[in-house]
């Protein structure tokens, strides 16, 4: 009964002080909601299990090499190796994409394809909706497909009669044996809406060097993640020493697929979780000035009470029980915004994010929200209780001022305190703001806003030969070059933000004895126009021409930083290399592509011509004299009359693909500025509040000090000396705090260090004439007072 009663107390109370109720529950709902939101993002992408049967016993493996650290590739008889000599890996399968044409009556429609082995399927565990998966028997030559369910419902109309039927792809006839739930989906590869097996034997010696694949592992019962590591170690280092030809120099990880799948995004959210709690301290350091302020005003009537014996418990009681209720008010009104900031997430985030439609409100966020609600009124309610503890209660019975006086105190630390949260986070959002400046003025050493690009795929039943391929590519960059508006144009495997990162490992012809650790290089094959077509310029040497082809000697260009490795003082035209199989030699230098990180050297690279060294998928690139968009739906005619069994992706502006790698950074450092401008607006209202009401408790004193001759200046000077004392304090703290925090950072940004000064100046500044703002206000009201109105006031 006494609690209610004192409920029913605090609701009244709050009910006459609507400006209070209003400006606190208003600042936890935002500071909760925020929290929650980002929490709720973190729980679906980061914390819950994936969704396969046993998710914790999945495994993804990598083949890992000095040139290719960040990439995790597979090859397949690597991978069936592994299977067959590992006792702690239950099983392993296999999969990448794998584009394909479909034709019915309605034309030709290119598909995102994959091929896979049917123990990929065992190892996550999944199960058709219709009909079955890849068994091992179709591996190899099986012509059956499995179809995603989106794709079935789409192109086939959900028909469920269409098991057991065949379509075509590539020319070819395939059986649809099966079809996938809806909700299915293959980490990494959720893009491929049908699979049909792979096409040749898992364990073919000639495909142990091909580390195109994705390689998942299921731990075999009893068997921990340490354990497979430790034998796979144990089995490449034999495969090494098998085939030191292809294995040399390559080390082979284990990870939990959750930890790989979320990875990349790992650090970003976990920094953004971290930044809105600090929002979230800010935002109870200000209710807990709010509520400091009114129990001061309050004094009176708390010392009334416990003179009538109501004790000082009965105090504690009352604070604790009115920040817990403006923090149950506060999270609930957080909550609700937490779903629309949920969603406002979402609908912002790239795409890219690993299973950000799995994001969503359940029971665990909603305790989340529970739980920050009862921390906030916990952190809020001890201030209070402090501030109670140190009222004097015979001097408030006989009306003495009990204010702050010169001295700030408890209220003081908490905008101390407030300063330094928000230096900290504009420190961060500062580097990451000046992290994507750099990243967005890329400048890879020619021009792109007149560049566009296509990937090609030649049917292979029908070009069966190299030279035949070869000679096709050809026409197609012919056909499109002649076009009205098309400056010139080329076709390459890969360049500046398209295509694949093929590396290999590099051997100098003539050198006693191999690398250690083995030289490497990222390779392209490129025609005789790529490097004109983008603008590269040829720094020593020759370019390729129409005679390097098929039969001729073969020949390689490189890059400038693959020279001053490998040559340095030297010439390195006439120079011979080799990798894989082939040996060539040098005749051309082209200049470095400035990488997108800024804070990357170029890395070696090597070409060599497409027409020597034909491959059954190509981009073409298109330099127009507008812009290229324009063109695009003409050029993609003209490829499809040259021959409409090929595969063209659409034409896509070099822009437009650099746009999307800065979509992720700019989603980071939006919500970054976005926590730092509330954080500064938050901690400069908490500054002005306190100074303001200091101000306000001292303005007798004020007024006495100016009657006895105090200058209105000297009055301005000194309430916004003992306002920038706190600001300052603040600033301080938060350097300190920034050097040891940000590093954190260092992952997400790109030629800009952590604790970069100008950064730290800047931030550091910017809070200051926050600060000195926030003094100014009730500083001006103080030296503007009237001398008899302040002697006035009680």
């Not at 915004?337 to 969503?360: D, K, T």
């Not at 490992?505 to 983008?534: C, Q, S």
């Not at 330099?623 to 595969?647: F, G, K, M």
């Not at 004193?701 to 105090?710: K, Q």
């Amino acid at each position: 009964m006494r609690w209610a009663g004192d409920l029913r107390y605090v609701l009244r109370a709050l009910s006459k002080s609507p400006s209070f109720t209003a400006a606190a529950v208003t600042t936890l709902a935002l500071s909760i909601g925020a929290t929650t939101a980002i929490f709720s993002a973190v729980n679906g992408i980061l914390l819950r299990p994936l969704p396969f049967p046993a998710a914790d016993r999945l495994v993804v493996i990598c083949e890992r090499h000095p040139s290719v650290a960040a990439f995790c590739v597979g090859s397949p008889p690597n991978a069936a190796d592994w299977a067959s000599r590992s006792r702690s890996l239950g099983a392993v399968g296999i999969a990448r994409d794998w584009p394909f044409v479909t034709r019915d009556e309605r034309g030709g429609e290119a598909i995102d394809g994959g091929v896979a082995t049917a123990d990929f399927f065992r190892v996550l565990g999944m199960a058709p909706a219709l009909g079955r998966l890849i068994a091992p028997d179709d591996e190899g030559s099986g012509r059956v497909v499995v179809l995603g369910h989106a794709l079935w419902q789409s192109r086939f109309g959900g028909d469920s009669g269409l098991v057991g039927r065949a379509i075509t792809l590539d020319k070819e006839q395939y059986v649809v044996v099966g079809v996938l739930p809806a909700d299915a989906t293959v980490p990494e590869l959720e893009w491929v809406q049908l699979w049909t097996p792979l096409p040749f034997d898992q364990r073919l010696e000639e495909n142990r060097e091909w580390r195109g694949f994705r390689v998942y592992g299921r731990l075999a019962a009893g068997a921990t993640l340490r354990q497979a590591q430790d034998e796979l170690d144990r089995i490449a280092h034999g495969l090494a020493e098998e085939h030191p030809e292809t294995n040399r120099g390559w080390t082979v990880s284990v990870t939990s697929l959750q930890a790989h799948v979320v990875g990349s995004v790992q650090r970003a959210l976990l920094v953004l979780l971290g930044a809105v709690g600090f929002v979230l301290l800010i935002g109870c350091a200000n209710v807990a000035n709010l509520l400091l302020a009114r129990i001061t005003h309050r004094g009176r009537e708390l010392a009334l009470r416990a003179a009538l014996g109501a004790g000082r418990w009965t105090a504690a009681r009352l604070i604790l029980l009115e920040s817990l209720t403006l923090a149950v008010l506060g999270g609930a009104a957080g909550f609700l915004l937490s779903l629309w900031g949920l969603e406002a997430f979402v609908q912002l985030a790239p795409a890219g994010i690993p299973r950000l439609g799995e994001v969503r409100v359940d029971g665990t966020v909603f305790g989340f929200a529970v739980a920050l609600s009862t921390l906030s009124s916990l952190l809020v309610g001890a201030a209070g209780l402090v501030q109670a503890a140190r009222l004097n209660l015979s001097d408030t019975l006989r009306g003495k001022d009990v204010g702050p006086g010169r001295r700030f105190g408890l209220r003081g630390a908490l905008v101390v305190s407030e300063m330094a949260l928000a230096l900290v986070l504009l420190t961060g959002a500062g580097l990451l703001l000046k992290s994507f400046t750099r990243l967005a003025s890329w400048n890879p050493g020619f021009e792109t806003e007149h560049l566009t690009t296509a990937w090609l795929l030649a049917p292979e039943a029908k070009y069966p030969t190299g030279p035949q391929v070869a000679d096709l590519f050809r026409r197609a960059v012919e056909e499109v070059g002649s076009l009205p508006g098309v400056v010139s144009a080329g076709a390459a495997s890969a360049g500046p933000l398209f295509g694949g990162t093929e590396t290999g490992e590099l051997r100098i012809v003539g050198r006693d004895a191999p690398a250690e650790p083995p030289a490497t290089a990222r390779w392209f094959d490129v025609d005789p126009n790529y490097f004109a077509t983008l603008g590269v310029p040829l720094l020593r040497g020759r370019a390729f021409t129409a005679s390097d082809v098929t039969g001729a000697p073969e020949v390689a260009m490189v890059n400038a930083a693959l020279a001053r490795r490998y040559w340095p003082g030297q010439d390195p035209i006439g120079q011979q290399v080799a990798m894989y199989d082939r040996t060539m030699t040098v005749v051309g230098v082209v200049a470095d592509v400035t990488p997108v990180r800024s804070d990357e050297p170029p890395a070696p690279e090597i070409y060599w011509p497409n027409r020597q060294v034909p491959r059954w998928a190509t981009f073409v690139i298109l330099r127009t004299s507008s812009y290229p968009t324009s063109l695009a739906n003409a050029a993609h005619r003209r490829l499809q009359e040259l021959d409409p069994d090929l595969s063209i992706s659409g034409f896509q502006p070099l822009t437009a693909q650099f746009a999307r790698v800065l979509v992720y950074p700019r989603f980071v450092t939006l919500l970054m500025t976005t926590f730092a401008g509330i954080a500064l607006i938050l901690a400069a209202v908490g500054a002005y509040g306190v100074i303001a009401y200091s101000v306000e408790r001292r303005t007798r004193e004020i007024g006495i000090e100016m009657a006895l001759g105090a200058a209105r200046g000297h009055v301005l000077r000194a309430v916004i000396g003992q306002g920038m004392v706190l600001v300052l304090a603040g600033v301080a703290i938060g350097v300190v705090g920034s050097l040891a925090i940000t590093p954190v950072l260092r992952g997400l940004l790109a030629g800009v260090e952590p604790g970069d000064p100008l950064t730290l100046a800047g931030v550091g500044a910017v809070l200051a004439l926050t600060g000195l703002v926030a003094s100014f206000l009730p500083a001006r009201r103080a030296s503007g007072v009237s001398v008899m109105e302040a002697l006035r006031t009680e």
